[in-house]
Nanobody, 122 residues
Framework: VQLQASGGGLVQTGGFLRLPCAAS????????MGWFRQAPGKEREFVAA????????WYADSVKGRFTISRENAKNTVYLQMNRLKPKDTAVYYC????????????????WGQGTQVTVSS
């Protein structure tokens, strides 16, 4: 399974970005998908996750109300819509697939994308 995240870039405070993550080579259907981020000098942290059907979502408190995770199973793609961005959102964002355990814990995911840089200027 390969995950390809894209859509990162430089944006001003209050701006928005949408990160798509396309999956290929899937041997299963509708896995739990998640987004994590890692800022320089910090540990990777959970951002959001979505169930296989897309009907259930989970968010970190720090992004709740600003970020929205969604998916298009027909396209094998999950999205992270990020609104009202803040400088503290600056990080490399990673998509992950197929959580086998606690979905806020990165080790529970079997597959990872390469990451896309998001930089929010003040």
């Amino acid at each position: 399974v390969q995950l390809q995240a894209s859509g990162g870039g430089l944006v001003q405070t209050g701006g928005f970005l949408r990160l798509p993550c396309a999956a290929s080579g899937c041997t299963f259907t509708r896995p739990i998908m998640g987004w994590f981020r890692q800022a320089p000098g910090k540990e990777r942290e959970f951002v959001a996750a979505i169930s296989g059907s897309g009907s259930i979502t989970w968010y970190a408190d720090s992004v709740k109300g600003r970020f929205t995770i969604s998916r298009e199973n027909a396209k094998n793609t999950v999205y992270l819509q990020m609104n009202r961005l803040k400088p503290k959102d600056t990080a490399v964002y990673y998509c992950a697939a197929d959580s086998l355990g606690v979905l806020v814990d990165s080790p529970s995911y079997r597959y990872w994308g390469q990451g896309t840089q998001v930089t929010v200027s003040s």
